[in-house]
């Protein structure tokens, strides 16, 4: 069974830092793709980055470009999302989602993320 | 960017009721793709690559289109179905998802 838990989360300040990790179990994650989708509250899916099954190779939106970086360590079967800088329009659910190319077929349950003084 | 709307916003059926829901990308696109999400639940692919249903969703559940108009169409509604339905592109970066059809029971 495939399986995604996030964790991570938790109320920081603007500007501060913040490093989200997903665990991955039930597959060969060094097999796929991954990605970090977020839905802000009350809102609907924004995705945020997408790394390679290798780690070669990452994409961001605009928004969030230069201030997060999303890593994955193959060994461990955990994908990571290092968020800096934040700002209060970062706040949001993180999902880490399997990605199979053109869509995410497997989500995790979420991590909350707030921003505020 | 891609944009994708989504309608309606909002609705509600009545069991056995058929449902069309609409996604309309603002270029064309090659494939949409579906996700369903209850509340307080993380989404779950429902239909992939237009008109494939993910494993385990009720046949009653069909999408088509293609270009830049897509659908999501549920025969007969039924209780467990009432969820919020989201569209997705990625026929160029980044990906995008529509608003989202939140879908009631009447």
């Known amino acids: 069974e495939v399986q995604l838990v996030e964790s991570g989360g938790g109320l920081v300040q603007p500007g501060r830092s913040l490093k989200l990790s997903c665990a991955a179990s039930?597959?060969?994650?060094?097999?796929?793709?991954m990605a970090w989708v977020r839905q802000a509250p009350t809102k609907g899916l924004e995705w945020v980055a997408t790394?390679?099954?290798?780690?070669?190779?990452?994409y961001y939106r605009d928004s969030v470009k230069g201030r997060f970086t999303i890593s994955r360590d193959n060994a461990k079967s955990t994908l990571y999302l290092q968020m800096d800088s934040l700002r209060s329009e970062d706040t949001a659910t993180y999902y880490c989602?399997?990605?199979?190319?053109?869509?995410?077929?497997?989500w995790g349950q979420g991590v909350m993320v707030t921003v505020s003084s | 960017e891609i944009v994708l709307t989504q309608s309606p916003t909002t609705m509600a059926a009545s069991p056995g009721e058929k449902v069309t829901l609409t996604c309309r990308a603002s270029?064309?696109?090659?494939?949409m793709h579906w996700y369903q999400q209850k509340s307080g639940a993380s989404p779950k692919l429902w239909i992939y690559?237009?008109?494939n249903r993910a494993s385990g969703v009720p046949n009653r559940f069909s999408g088509s289109g293609s270009g830049t108009s897509y659908s999501l169409t549920i025969s007969s509604m039924e209780t467990e179905d009432a969820a919020t339905y989201y569209c997705q592109q990625w026929s160029s970066n980044p990906y995008t998802f529509g608003a989202g059809t939140k879908l009631e029971l009447k």
């Open positions: 270029s064309s696109v090659s494939y």
């Open positions: 690559d237009t008109s």
């Open positions: 039930g597959f060969t994650f060094s097999n796929y793709g």
């Open positions: 790394i390679s099954y290798d780690g070669s190779s990452t």
């Open positions: 989602a399997r990605r199979k190319l053109r869509y995410f077929d497997y």
